[in-house]
């Protein structure tokens, strides 16, 4: 776990916890996660946080989250903001690898020894963190003082593609864009030197740390005011910009792969430096299609239900009261729609009509009676009272329209919400909950049916893999003869994988026959026939699901011999059916995967579950098969 290093008297004052001791402090810390790990030798807290908030990376972070804790602070805060002064042109020669960049200028700041250490710290722990070891996102933090800017338009920077300036002649602009390695020079950070990009990576220790995220490039990533080159992202500052304990106005800008990650890093360190008395001035970003204003510090929106956060929490509490905790944990909240769930609307589903204001007077508990909760209708008129408190929604569920301060990048879901409701309402004061009922160990109803399914396709000659569900479009659906809007088995949308390692797994496979035909794809060095099988994992976009995905376990079978047929298949099918004392029977359909008329829907107990046949020639040749291939898919569970 990631460790924080925080001076306590720095963060009592910060806080407003003049009167708490070192034990006390301590032990409040522990209420919000943090776990003490030792003192440094000028008498720092060092502290272990959670990886996911990252909010608290700095002590400004931990102060703000002990306002909260400690009643000083409520509800979601947002600083102002001043209008843009500074610009950042993107020029057309960024490196495609990283092409994104965000900035903030911060004026008045009081930088003592610190206060500047601790705006380097969280700067390396973001590193860290958030920017994957600054190659996801880097930040930069300049003396605004030493920067000098251009009319957008210059010859030393960009412009709108024809030429013209795109900025008033008030704007001052900087340019973020792409050098030569051995290009233009300037003097790093920690050297005295004027040194071209290559060379930076080539003689100082910070550029061989990072070579790696930029040496391949034909052009590095770089950022010119009208002086020339300042900073070499994600590598290295210049010593011009060179931010000390004299500096007041800095320029923060952030480069990376994603706009979503430094945006976020950028409200992070925002938060921070506002908390030191820093007034936040807007920056104009501009791309060649769009013009950004950053940094972002709009907020985002969660649903969760009532019943939820009782039943997770094991706790009755009423309305008012997750408000209010919910308020200390600096979040805002609001029934939504007048305090009932539309049906088929996730909890965590934005509502773009809601208001932005709702008053909330005493929500009842559940103990008040089964059909408590906002809106409904008024009991004299009949008329709908527009989200009185008093009383009950159509439906008796009460659900809460949760606001999400900028710098919370790990409220994610609605189970983070009532997380934070926990937290404010003390874990400690949680009590346990046992059943009445004594159980007895054993493997659920569904691993049993799957061990059974094993065993039975087995015994029917096929040898039983276990494939990685992580596959890439290509082959889920291209090599398949499928697209995903196609009304067949395996097509709909793939839940796609947001950071991949690796090309080859993008997505999570929406059917398991793609993978078996991998298989035989690298198994024709093998003899045959080849029989294989697999149940496992399979799923696929499904709003109204929690999560947004719906998954479930697939049974796929292929059969690749000379004399493989639709017969063949169906007879193997048609015996594990028996197996499971399973109705079968198996209506003609068509499948982009398989010849017409050779194709058939697996029909178990009456529900339509999969497909068995032959599969496409076209299918065959794209795998490098040169020998027929029968196979069938169903789901699991309409063998119960």
């Not at 005493?362 to 008329?383: E, F, I, K, N, Q």
Request: glycine share 10%; proline share 7%.
């Amino acid at each position: 776990m990631p460790v924080v290093e925080v001076d306590p008297d720095e963060l009592r004052e910060l806080a407003g916890a003049g009167d708490k001791s070192d034990a006390e402090l301590k032990e409040d810390l522990f209420s919000l996660g943090l776990e003490f790990e030792g003192e440094t030798d000028d008498g720092g807290f060092e502290l272990e946080f959670a990886p996911d908030r990252l909010d608290r990376l700095s002590v400004e972070g931990i102060a703000r989250s002990l306002r909260y804790q400690y009643g000083h602070d409520r509800g979601v805060y947002v600083p102002e903001t001043n209008d843009a002064e500074w610009a950042i042109e993107v020029d057309e020669s960024v490196p495609d690898e990283r092409p994104y960049v965000t900035g903030a200028v911060v004026r008045g700041l009081d930088l003592d020894e610190s206060r500047l250490e601790s705006l380097i710290q969280l700067q390396e722990k973001l590193h860290a963190t958030m920017g994957r070891g600054r190659a996801k996102g880097a930040i930069g933090v300049h003396d605004l003082a030493m920067l000098k800017g251009r009319r957008a338009g210059d010859e030393s920077g960009g412009t709108d593609g024809t030429g013209a300036a795109n900025a008033t002649d008030a704007t001052k602009t900087i340019t973020y864009r792409g050098v030569a390695p051995d290009g233009d020079r300037f003097v790093p950070l920690d050297d005295d030197a004027e040194r071209t990009p290559a060379e930076v990576l080539e003689t100082h220790p910070t550029g061989d740390e990072y070579a790696d995220l930029v040496g391949g490039l034909d052009r590095y990533p770089a950022i010119y005011d009208d002086i020339g080159l300042f900073s070499f992202p994600p590598v290295i500052n210049g010593t011009r910009t060179e931010v000390d304990e004299g500096s007041r106005d800095l320029l923060v800008e952030m480069t990376g792969t994603d706009q979503w990650t430094i945006d976020r890093m950028l409200a992070i360190v925002c938060y921070a430096l506002d908390a030191r008395g820093g007034r936040i001035e807007e920056v104009d970003v501009r791309y060649g299609d769009r013009q950004l204003r950053r940094p972002d510090l709009s907020t985002s929106r969660k649903r969760v239900a009532h019943d939820r956060i009782e039943r997770t929490l094991g706790i009755d509490v009423p309305g008012t009261e997750v408000v209010d905790l919910l308020e200390r944990a600096g979040l805002d909240a609001a029934p939504a729609d007048g305090g009932k769930r539309d049906r088929g609307v996730p909890e965590d589903a934005p509502d773009p009509d809601a208001p932005d204001d709702v008053a909330l007077e005493a929500v009842p508990s559940r103990t008040d009676g089964p059909d408590t909760a906002l809106g409904g209708t008024d009991p004299a008129s009949g008329d709908a009272t527009g989200g009185d408190a008093t009383q009950p929604s159509t439906d008796g569920e009460l659900i809460y329209e949760v606001e999400i301060p900028p710098y919370r990048v790990d409220v994610l879901h609605p189970a983070d919400v009532v997380d934070d409701v926990g937290r404010a309402y003390g874990f400690n004061d949680l009590e346990p909950t046992y059943p009445n009922v004594s159980t007895v160990g054993g493997r659920h109803a569904s691993s049993r049916l799957e061990d059974a399914a094993r065993d039975a396709l087995v015994g029917l000659g096929f040898e039983d893999l276990l494939n990685f569900h992580m596959t890439n479009e290509a082959e889920l659906f291209d090599r398949m003869g499928l697209a995903p809007r196609d009304d067949a088995l395996g097509a709909s949308a793939p839940p796609t994988i947001t950071e991949p390692y690796s090309e080859a797994y993008t997505v999570v496979r929406t059917w398991a026959l793609p993978s078996l035909l991998m298989v035989l794809e690298n198994n024709t060095h093998r003899a045959y026939p080849q029989d294989l099988a697999e149940i496992g994992l399979v799923a696929g976009v499904d709003p109204e699901e929690p999560t947004g995905v719906e998954e479930h376990r697939s049974v796929a079978g292929a059969l690749a011999r000379t004399d493989a047929s639709y017969e063949d298949a169906k007879a193997r099918l048609q015996a594990l059916a028996d197996a499971f004392g399973a109705s079968l029977s198996t209506p003609p359909t068509t499948h982009p995967s398989f010849i017409d008329g050779r194709a058939a829907e697996v029909v178990l107990d009456g529900e339509s579950v999969g497909v068995v046949g032959e599969l496409h020639p076209k299918v065959l040749v794209e795998h490098d098969l040169e020998l027929p291939v029968a196979a069938f898919e169903f789901r699991l569970d309409g063998l119960r």
